[in-house]
């Protein structure tokens, strides 16, 4: 089955950058619409951004003009450039998927399975 990996997280200073990946294990033919989502402790998990396979792109309120998602199709790989980071952006980071479709499968979602981001002096 596949899985989708993240990586990218850690402890940054207020008005720095990170940088998150997100790849799927195991053979891929497509992948729909791609995206980030974060979940802070006793919150709900939250729309960070997303982007389909076309490469247009939707972002929170919050993050708007500081994040910037893109993604690699030939690697199946969406990324999420934060830069201007504030202590309110800290959470776990979630990578999510849509309609995923391989040899001999297809599956209708996949997230994986989170990286902390933690913004502090």
């Known amino acids: 089955q596949v899985q989708l990996v993240e990586s990218g997280g850690g402890l940054v200073q207020p008005g720095g950058s990170l940088r998150l990946s997100c790849a799927p294990t195991g053979s891929i033919f497509s992948i729909n619409a791609m995206g980030w989502y974060r979940q802070c402790p006793g919150k709900q998990r939250e729309l960070v951004a997303t982007i389909t396979s076309g490469g247009s792109a939707t972002y929170a309120d919050s993050v708007k003009g500081r994040f910037t998602i893109s993604r690699d199709n030939a690697k199946n790989t969406v990324y999420l450039q934060m830069n201007s980071l504030k202590p309110e952006d800290t959470a776990v980071y979630y990578c999510?998927?849509?309609?995923?479709?391989?040899?001999?499968?297809?599956?209708?979602?996949?997230w994986g399975q989170g990286t902390q981001v933690t913004v502090a002096s």
């Open positions: 999510s998927a849509e309609r995923l479709t391989g040899p001999g499968y297809s599956m209708s979602g996949a």
